[in-house]
């Protein structure tokens, strides 16, 4: 199918400014779900409020435009109920971190089988730039006018910690490796978060003096190697691209249906 | 009845009640005093092929039900005040969204964490307006558990109906007194099923366009219709819109399809209202003592009644001033600071004679309170 085929076109142009890299997310992820060959039918996109949510209104599948910060309840609800289907779960930093922080790390201890992506751009930008748990300490928000106090989230470390079963890292720069990651994380049984370093020129991007949209972009590609690489080595400042977890837990849907027979046994 | 005779409290006969109505999926959050909900349909919705979990909190439980509504499935969850207030933001994305789901809330004590052990009646308005922005909402109760379950069965009813988010008010005296039940037989009591749409795979399906009766026909997450479901104002395809015909549009129809159906949704017990000069108004397990005042009062000759509200929101006042057209006094019995008062004086055409009988301590209301502030409205003294 081609990869039109999965998206809403009559509401393109997006609403994402200029530069912004959540766009290429949505491209990584059609070509994800186009390599795998899903079917739009099966797939149920969730997501929460923000820039990052906005994804849903483009792609042709069951979409749950939900709360802030509770895309992945909403999901669990779902796939619960149908465990058949696809769940993919985009949301923003501040919305999987922040408001979202305790159903994410819940999701995660669970293992159910959803792939959760954090597009992390280090700022709440459809507000207007206030600082996110993921701006980190130094940076410039509206909110933060004499810099930034608070102590930043790493996506990857608490989905670890949380027991998430697949977990990886790539950014809106690194477009092969996007659709890989994602891909793998879909096929994968059990909670997959991916979190996509995207860059916003807008908010983050001028508050913190990065630059341009490319400028940004080429700081994605120069601040973020390979796991292991031999850069990281000489350079423990560099943050790693790539799957650091991949394991094999009892998923939550399949455990249920362990219940059900349990049930109907003693009944 | 060709049923079976249970001994239950009334928490549990609002678990036979949903079972009954066909529910799929549980999400909760343990609180006292409505826990035995959660523990039960643990028990019992996997023996069906039902789904329950526990969630990390209530925001999550009502976020579950949502998604799990979506499905096509029969949802619920069970909370109390502290876990009510956390559920606001879903019930009011149920309500845009027009997800069919019911919550119960059994009532304790409150603000706060309050009195977690202790009945109290302190959330009706709450249920009405905890929302934020306008809408409008169903609330039922019930104080006795024929009545629990009787009206369990209509919240689901009713949530698939009006394709709306139900409340069940009920309160700790209710949710843990036990008596008896008779649970009907399957087929007995009429259920409503969800209305699908007609449309077939391949053609335009509006899921936000209703029908002339105001009715949505509904396509299920992960048939053949794609659509969007969101918070935001919305077109009949679900997406996005702040065009101020389709704002004003969707927002009557969310006020209009409750509030054009007040008699439909309209649930109450009367006795002896007739001929009463003294009008009793009550519900849930206020009820319970106001009809004993009631009995007795009746035995002793005296003209005095009791309309029982099993429905509260949408609150039934054209039902009230009719029955209260020819009281002399009105009083009404309940277990807050005068919440339903209000919604009786302004429905009564002599609101100056509509009283309170209340009790806020977090012990029910007994016949004896309420004797002794009938002798102070009737200027005989206590």
């Known amino acids: ?267 | 009845m060709g049923g079976r005779v249970e001994f239950v409290q009334g928490n549990e006969a609002c678990v036979e009640a949903a079972l009954y109505a066909g529910l799929d999926f549980f999400a909760g959050y343990p609180i006292t005093p409505s826990t035995e909900i959660a523990e039960l349909m643990s028990v019992r919705l996997p023996q069906r092929s039902g789904k329950f979990i526990q969630m990390e909190d209530e925001i999550a439980s009502i976020c579950a039900i949502i998604g799990a509504s979506l499905t096509g499935q029969k949802a619920m969850t069970a909370t109390s005040g502290p876990g009510f207030s956390l559920m606001q933001e879903g019930l009011g994305y149920a309500i845009m969204a027009e997800i069919p789901c019911v919550i119960v809330n059994v009532q304790r004590g409150g603000p706060s964490t309050g009195l977690p052990t202790k009945v109290s009646q302190g959330d009706v308005n709450q249920a009405r307006w905890g929302v934020h922005g306008d809408h409008a909402i169903i609330a039922l109760t019930a104080s006795n558990h024929q009545d629990v379950f009787a009206v369990t069965v209509d919240a689901f009813n009713f949530s698939e109906t009006f394709r709306t988010p139900v409340i069940l008010l009920f309160d700790e005296v209710i949710g843990h007194m036990r008596e008896k039940l008779e649970v009907p037989a399957p087929g007995e009591v009429a259920l409503v099923e969800r209305l699908k749409t007609s449309v077939r795979e391949g053609v335009d399906y509006h899921p936000y366009l209703p029908r002339e009766d105001g009715r949505l026909p509904m396509s299920d997450f992960g048939g053949v219709h794609r659509y969007n479901v969101t918070g935001l104002f919305h077109d009949m395809w679900g997406f996005p819109s702040e065009k101020p015909e389709v704002v004003h549009g969707l927002l009557r129809h969310l006020v209009d399809k409750i509030e054009n159906h007040v008699e439909d949704v309209t649930r109450y017990r009367e006795y002896f209202v007739e001929d009463a000069e003294t009008l009793l108004v009550s519900y849930g397990s206020a009820a319970r003592s106001a009809l004993h005042v009631a009995v007795n009062r009746r035995q002793r000759g005296e003209r005095i009644g009791l309309l029982e509200l099993q429905t509260l929101w949408p609150f039934p006042a054209a039902l009230v001033r009719e029955k209260s057209r020819h009281a002399g006094y009105v009083v009404v019995v309940e277990m807050n600071m005068g919440q339903v008062l209000q919604s009786v004086k302004a429905a009564a055409e002599r609101p100056e004679r509509v009283f309170l009988a209340n009790r806020v301590d977090g012990v029910l209301i007994a016949p004896a309170d309420i004797q002794n502030i009938l002798r102070l409205i009737q200027g005989k003294g206590v």
């Open chain 1, 1 to 267: 199918m081609a990869v039109k085929e999965y998206i809403r076109e009559r509401f393109f142009p997006h609403i994402w400014c200029p530069g912004c890299g959540h766009g290429v997310v949505l491209g990584g992820l059609v070509r994800a779900v186009e390599a795998i060959g899903l079917k739009k039918n099966d797939i149920v996109m969730v997501s929460g409020i923000g820039c990052s949510s906005r994804i849903v209104g483009y792609m042709d599948f069951h979409t749950l435009h939900a709360i802030h910060g509770r895309a992945l309840a909403f999901a669990v609800g779902v796939k619960m109920s149908r465990p058949e289907l696809t769940l993919l779960v985009p949301m923003g930093d501040g919305d999987a971190l922040s408001i979202g922080g305790n159903h994410f790390i819940h999701a995660c201890r669970r293992n159910i089988d959803m792939t959760a992506i954090v597009m992390n751009n280090k700022v709440y930008g459809m507000t207007g730039g206030q600082y996110s748990p993921l701006s980190g300490y130094g940076t410039m928000a509206t909110t933060a006018p004499y810099t930034n106090i608070d102590q930043e989230f790493d996506v990857v470390n608490i989905a670890t910690a949380a027991g998430a079963t697949f977990v990886a890292r790539t950014t809106s720069y690194h477009v092969q490796q996007l659709p890989e990651v994602l891909e793998e994380a879909i096929r994968h049984k059990g909670f997959s978060v991916v979190e996509v370093m995207s860059p916003c020129p807008t908010y983050y991007g001028r508050k913190n003096k990065e630059g341009s949209a490319v400028d940004m972009m080429e700081r994605l590609k120069n601040t973020t190697t390979p796991i292991g690489s031999k850069a990281k080595r000489e350079n423990p400042s560099l943050i790693e691209r790539g799957v650091f977890v991949k394991k094999e837990m009892p998923e939550y849907c399949a455990e249920y249906q362990k219940i059900i027979e349990r049930a109907m046994k003693g009944n």
